[in-house]
C-alpha cells in the first residue's frame, strides 16, 4: 500500500455508446420528417442546392443548409422559431425498436455486470449534425446524457439571428474527445493535456454507432484508440455498398441492418461487444487495485 494510504478505487467503469442520429436512429434527416414536410420542400431538390452552393461558393455544407434555413425568402416569411423545430420532432421516424432499445439496453449491462461483480455505468450521446432545436423535442431524449448538434441563436422573439454551432463530419470527433475527458460543456477546454488514467471514459469503453461518411472521422478515431465502430443500413435492405466499404477499409468492427430490436443482429452486436468491454474492465480493476497496493512508494 503506497505511503500507508488506502487504495484509490477503480474509476474507468463508464462506458459510452456515441450515436450519429439522421440515418442511424431516425430513417431520414431529421428536416425530411419534420422541416421538409411542413414547407413542402423536396428533400432531393434541397441537399441538390445545398451542394451545388458549397461547391461553387466555398460554403461549408452544414453551414450552408443552416443559413438557407434562417435567410431563404419562405423561412424570412414563416421563421423556424426554436418552439416549432422543438415541436416538429414529434414526426420523426424511427428504426424499429428505437424508443425501447434503451431501457433494454441499460437493463442488459446491469445483468451483465452484477454477475461479474462490478459496477459499470452505461451512458449514451448524440453526436449529429442536425438540428439541436429538434433533438430536444424527441420522445428519446431522456436516455441521453448529452446532445450535441448545430444550434442557432434566437432573437427574443424565438426566430433565428444567427448560426450558434455547426458540426460537420471532422468537428464531430471533438465531442468524443469531450466525452473521454469528462469536459462536456463546451467552455471547458479539452486542449489541455491529461493522462489516460484521469480520463473519464477511455476509448476502450467508447462505440460508436453510425451510417456513412460523415462518421468516419468519429468511427476512426473510436477504433484507433481502442473503442468499437459498427455501421448500420436501413433494416429492411441489403447492406449498402457504403457499409461493406466501412468494413473493409478497417474503419468500422462491425455492419449490421438498423433494427434496434432485441435479439436482432445489431443487438446481438453490442450485447457482445458490452460483454467484452465489461469483461476486460474486471481485468483492468484486477490490475488497477494490484498497482494501488503494491507500487512502490
Excluded at 449534425?129 to 448529452?146: Q, R
Aim: aromatic fraction near 12%; proline fraction near 3%; hydrophobic fraction near 35%.
Amino acid at each position: 500500500m503506497r505511503n500507508g494510504q488506502e487504495p484509490q478505487k477503480f474509476q474507468h467503469n463508464i462506458i459510452a455508446i456515441c450515436y450519429d442520429f439522421d440515418g442511424t436512429l431516425s430513417r431520414r434527416s431529421m428536416q425530411e420528417d419534420t422541416i421538409f414536410q411542413e414547407y413542402r420542400i423536396d428533400s432531393e431538390q434541397f441537399w441538390k442546392g445545398i451542394n451545388q452552393t458549397a461547391k461553387d461558393e466555398g460554403y461549408d455544407k452544414v453551414l450552408c443548409y443552416l443559413n438557407r434555413l434562417i435567410f431563404d425568402p419562405r423561412f424570412q416569411k414563416e421563421p423556424l422559431t426554436e418552439t416549432k423545430l422543438t415541436n416538429m420532432a414529434r414526426k420523426i421516424q424511427y428504426y424499429p425498436g428505437v424508443e425501447n432499445f434503451f431501457p433494454y439496453i441499460n437493463e442488459f449491462i446491469q445483468k451483465e455486470s452484477s454477475k461479474l461483480n462490478i459496477k459499470v455505468n452505461l451512458e449514451h450521446y448524440i453526436i449529429s449534425s442536425g438540428m439541436k432545436a429538434i433533438l430536444n423535442g424527441v420522445a428519446i431524449k431522456k436516455y441521453f446524457k448529452e446532445i450535441y448538434a448545430c444550434e442557432y441563436e434566437y432573437n427574443k422573439d424565438g426566430t433565428p439571428k444567427c448560426v450558434k454551432m455547426a458540426i460537420n463530419d471532422t468537428t464531430k470527433t471533438q465531442f468524443l474527445f469531450r466525452i473521454n475527458k469528462g469536459k462536456l460543456r463546451l467552455d471547458q477546454d479539452i486542449n489541455e493535456h491529461m493522462d489516460e488514467e484521469e480520463r473519464r471514459i477511455p476509448f476502450f469503453n467508447m462505440i460508436y454507432i453510425g451510417d456513412g461518411d460523415s462518421d468516419i472521422p468519429c468511427m476512426t478515431v473510436a477504433c484507433k484508440n481502442g473503442g468499437y465502430a459498427l455501421a448500420v443500413y436501413p433494416s429492411e435492405e441489403k447492406a449498402s455498398e457504403k457499409c461493406l466499404q466501412l468494413f473493409r477499409n478497417k474503419r468500422v468492427n462491425h455492419i449490421a441492418p438498423a433494427d434496434f430490436n432485441s435479439g436482432s443482429t445489431l443487438v446481438q452486436i453490442l450485447e457482445t461487444v458490452l460483454k467484452t468491454i465489461t469483461q476486460n474492465m474486471v481485468l483492468r480493476r484486477s490490475m488497477y487495485d494490484q498497482k494501488q497496493v503494491y507500487a512502490d512508494g
